[in-house]
């Protein structure tokens, strides 16, 4: 069963710009296809981006244009860099690893916009 930490998170102003990590252990990296989530306070956890084993990648309409999601299969290492951030992107952020129907989530962390 894959480990995932994620870290990165903390207070930004609007318009700027953070990046997430989320590091996995405990298995292959590789083959799992990875993605973040976010939940707001009494919000429904949601999509942001995910991204294949194979590099495809997909986004939530709030992400597109903002957000970037990429993997270092050598570093066991996905990232989500979030550029022009609004206090709507105000949320915990999860990792999340699935294979094979299974999902492993992280604790999550923190990210707050404001000024």
């Known amino acids: 069963q894959v480990k995932l930490v994620e870290s990165g998170g903390g207070l930004v102003q609007p318009g700027g710009s953070l990046r997430l990590s989320c590091a996995a252990s405990?298995?292959?990296?590789?083959?799992?296809?990875m993605a973040w989530y976010r939940q707001a306070p009494r919000k429904q956890r949601e999509l942001v981006a995910l991204i294949t084993t194979g590099g495809i990648t997909n986004y939530a309409d709030s992400a597109k244009g903002r957000f970037t999601i990429s993997r270092d299969n050598a570093k066991n290492t996905v990232y989500l860099q979030m550029n022009s951030l609004e206090p709507e992107d105000t949320a915990v952020y999860y990792c999340?690893?699935?294979?094979?129907?299974?999902?492993?989530w992280g604790k999550g962390t923190l990210v707050t916009v404001s000024s």
């Open positions: 999340k690893a699935r294979y094979n129907m299974v999902d492993n």
């Open positions: 405990g298995s292959i990296f590789t083959i799992y296809t």
